[in-house]
């Protein structure tokens, strides 16, 4: 969810720079004029969006997405312009509501169900609503949202409805024991459910070392041979709106069995956390914030520890990168987003597209 001030040269840079170099070379033979055309038609080719934006009509990020009575729903964050200067804590996403879309099939037509939950209608909330997810149990549909309560400290908050579409009435208070960012649902064969969580940054999980929050710990995680930070995880009760046991940490190792470390910036976990499983493996994937990746580590059970994989989607268009994984007739899809629409990282769009695996298991990794 979070932002920088950082920019990246962009592939039109680079290729203007490119065409440049080439009319100042004079009178080329047809073999080179042949190759630089079969050239920018690859490059062409290459820059393709594997997507277009699911919807245009509002900004949409953070696609969680699930099938519910045999369609596709997703649960985005919905951006909006509100003014605020771009900073590391991500002041500028100050979301006010949900609006939850639904389509019949990849490819389909998309509907807008309009404003599920909004901000005012939270008792114990303050600002900023950010990604959220949503499960199914007994009847009802549980909406999981994180927002700042009124002292400006992250919480996850829960709301229901009949309808996965909405609209949902949130619960008067957040969930006891829940903090920092991004909650995922997975419920398991055995039909339990766990909550994922956490965020770096703006997402306050580095002021929450032992157990307690500190509104005096630095704006960002530790650096250097020291432990990365991780995601949290709790069981949810049956009735999917408390936590059931204490909350743990979900620990994340390297090749060799050792926990990843703060400085390994292309592995650690950042935020976006979310879990499915294939082949009795269970895969946790997550974005790694501020090197803009999206990566995997398996383990054996739904609390860890996870070994690290490798990458499954590298870097999109715009700062932050926050996705699902979910199945659908026969294949797998990732539900992603960039700022295709808007050129602004604090106004995104959502994408889906296939996701492959290798024979053994293994994610093929997407270029976006």
């Not at 807008?112 to 939270?122: Q, R």
């Not at 199914?136 to 309808?163: C, E, H, M, W």
Request: net charge neutral; glycine share 8%; hydrophobic share 35%.
């Amino acid at each position: 969810m979070l932002t920088s001030l950082k920019t990246k040269l962009a592939g039109p840079v680079l290729a203007a720079s490119l065409a440049l170099v080439g009319a100042c070379q004079s009178n080329p033979t047809k073999q080179e004029t042949a190759t630089e055309a079969s050239t920018a038609q690859a490059d062409t080719t290459a820059k393709k969006p594997l997507s277009e934006p699911l919807i245009s009509n509002i900004y949409t990020a953070d696609p969680s997405a699930h099938v519910f009575e045999g369609k596709i729903y997703i649960y985005p964050s919905h951006d909006i312009e509100a003014g605020i200067p771009e900073n590391d804590k991500g002041d500028h996403f100050a979301m006010r509501d949900y609006h939850i879309l639904s389509l019949d099939s990849i490819g389909g037509k998309v509907t807008d169900h309009g404003v599920a939950l909004d901000i005012k209608n939270i008792p114990w909330a303050g600002r900023q609503l950010w990604a959220p997810d949503a499960a199914f149990k007994n009847g009802t549909y549980y909406l999981y949202f994180p927002v700042k309560d009124k002292q400006d400290v992250f919480r996850i908050g829960v709301a229901t409805s009949k309808s996965p579409a909405g609209p949902f009435k949130a619960e008067p208070a957040p969930i006891a024991g829940s903090f920092s960012i991004d909650p995922a649902v997975f419920t398991d064969t055995d039909g339990s459910s766990y909550m994922y969580f956490g965020g770096l940054w703006g997402g306050q999980l580095q002021r929450w070392q032992g157990g307690k929050y500190n509104p005096n710990a630095p704006e960002k995680e530790p650096n250097g041979n020291v432990p990365a930070l991780n995601a949290r995880m709790a069981k949810l009760t049956a009735d999917m709106k408390k936590f059931d046991g204490p909350v743990k940490e979900v620990v994340i190792l390297d090749e060799a069995g050792k926990p990843l470390l703060a400085s390994d910036n292309n592995r650690r976990f950042f935020e976006g956390g979310w879990l499915h499983k294939y082949n009795s493996k269970y895969y946790f994937s997550y974005s790694t914030g501020d090197t803009h990746l999206l990566v995997y580590a398996t383990g054996d059970s739904p609390a860890g520890p996870f070994t690290y994989q490798g990458v499954i989607m590298k870097p999109v268009q715009g700062w932050t990168t926050h996705h699902s994984i979910v199945p659908i007739k026969d294949k797998w899809y990732i539900f992603y987003h960039d700022t295709q629409l808007s050129g602004k990282t604090w106004l995104r769009n959502i994408k889906v597209t296939e996701m492959k695996r290798r024979a053994d298991g293994g994610i093929e990794t997407i270029v976006p």
